[in-house]
């Protein structure tokens, strides 16, 4: 029997907790943030932590997925590129709006983190459908989270 899954499993457990880690360390919910007004239907803090520990485990999984399908070392590198591309702007995001106070650039820049969810999903569904199917709560996630990020800049804005 092949263990070729561990190392894919290894590493993208890795990677997911490196994101994870370096997102909540960025993330401060002290005094700025807990100024800023809320819409009612807002989740309660706690939900957060539960839904990315969530999406990082199910983007692991389509990472590990993805990784199994695809037969080149050349795409492989493509697709780890992507995830790279996609952790950077996780965090970025995070840096945005709780470190530098800026929801309104958050605003923008979730924008380029939706759409690099959505093109994993689409390089992914190429060679695993259920790699891609896998990633539909990230999207899912960030489009609320999106939706969220608006509704404080409308609520809270100008910032700066």
Same mark, same amino acid.
């Given at each position: 029997?092949?263990? +070729?899954?561990?190392? #894919?499993?290894?590493?993208?457990?890795?990677?997911? !907790?490196?994101?994870?880690?370096?997102?909540?360390?960025?993330? /401060?919910?002290? #005094?700025?943030?807990? =100024?800023?007004?809320?819409?009612?239907? +807002? #989740?309660? /803090?706690?939900?957060?932590?539960? +839904?990315?520990?969530?999406?990082?485990?199910?983007?692991?999984?389509?990472? !590990?997925? $993805?990784?199994? +399908?695809?037969?080149? =070392?050349?795409?492989?590198?493509?697709?780890?590129?992507?995830?790279? @591309?996609?952790?950077?702007?996780?965090?970025?995001?995070?840096?945005?709006?709780?470190?530098?106070?800026?929801?309104?650039?958050?605003?923008?820049?979730?924008?380029?983190?939706?759409?690099?969810? $959505?093109?994993?999903?689409?390089?992914?569904?190429?060679?695993?459908?259920?790699?891609?199917?896998? @990633?539909?709560?990230?999207?899912?996630?960030?489009?609320? $989270?999106?939706?969220?990020?608006?509704?404080?800049?409308?609520?809270?804005? #100008?910032?700066?």
């Amino acid at each position: 029997m092949s263990r +070729a899954w561990i190392f #894919p499993i290894v590493i993208a457990g890795l990677l997911a !907790v490196m994101v994870a880690v370096l997102g909540a360390t960025i993330t /401060d919910i002290g #005094p700025w943030y807990r =100024s800023l007004i809320q819409p009612r239907w +807002a #989740p309660p /803090d706690i939900v957060y932590g539960v +839904a990315w520990t969530a999406i990082y485990s199910v983007t692991a999984l389509a990472g !590990v997925t $993805a990784w199994l +399908a695809t037969p080149s =070392s050349r795409e492989r590198e493509w697709l780890l590129g992507m995830f790279a @591309l996609n952790g950077f702007l996780n965090i970025l995001w995070s840096l945005l709006f709780f470190r530098l106070h800026r929801p309104d650039w958050a605003l923008i820049e979730v924008v380029g983190l939706w759409l690099s969810v $959505a093109a994993l999903m689409v390089v992914i569904w190429r060679r695993s459908m259920t790699g891609a199917v896998l @990633l539909v709560p990230y999207l899912m996630w960030v489009t609320f $989270a999106g939706y969220l990020n608006m509704t404080i800049v409308r609520l809270n804005g #100008p910032f700066g």
